[in-house]
């Protein structure tokens, strides 16, 4: 099975930390890993008609499918541990509603939990998971 790609803005903290939230809840191994700002982001999304240099979205690439704002968000969740697969009934909610409010905090996401110099360096630990 090829592991599900979670591309994300990888000097935004809200979006670090985005992910540093879904490793330690991801005890499948199931997710992988690349900053928006990296060549394996322009290598596979390109191809599938997305622009990597629209950081105002975390996108997820699952089977060969592109998901982005907060259907990818919910997707993510539903693979989640814990009760965090239960969000994913928030799929039923029209996604122009669901949109419209992951556009106003990615928005304001600098302003609010601020932004790094450079992309994440995931420790040896985490290495793996990252792909570049």
Request: charged content about 20%; overall charge positive.
């Amino acid at each position: 099975m090829q592991h599900p790609i979670i591309f994300f803005d990888g000097v935004c903290n809200l979006c670090t930390g985005s992910v540093k939230f879904v490793i330690k809840r991801d005890r499948a191994d199931l997710f992988r890993f690349a900053p928006l700002q990296s060549d394996h982001a322009v290598q596979h999304l390109k191809p599938n008609g997305v622009n990597p240099n629209t950081l105002d979205s975390i996108i997820l690439l699952e089977n060969d499918i592109v998901y982005t704002q907060s259907t990818a968000a919910l997707r993510i969740a539903r693979h989640l541990d814990g009760a965090w697969p239960l969000l994913y009934a928030l799929i039923i909610i029209p996604a122009f509603i669901r949109d419209g409010v992951y556009r106003q905090i990615a928005k304001r996401r600098y302003q609010l939990w601020g932004k790094e110099e450079s992309c994440i360096i995931p420790t040896p630990a985490l290495k793996a998971k990252f792909l570049s």
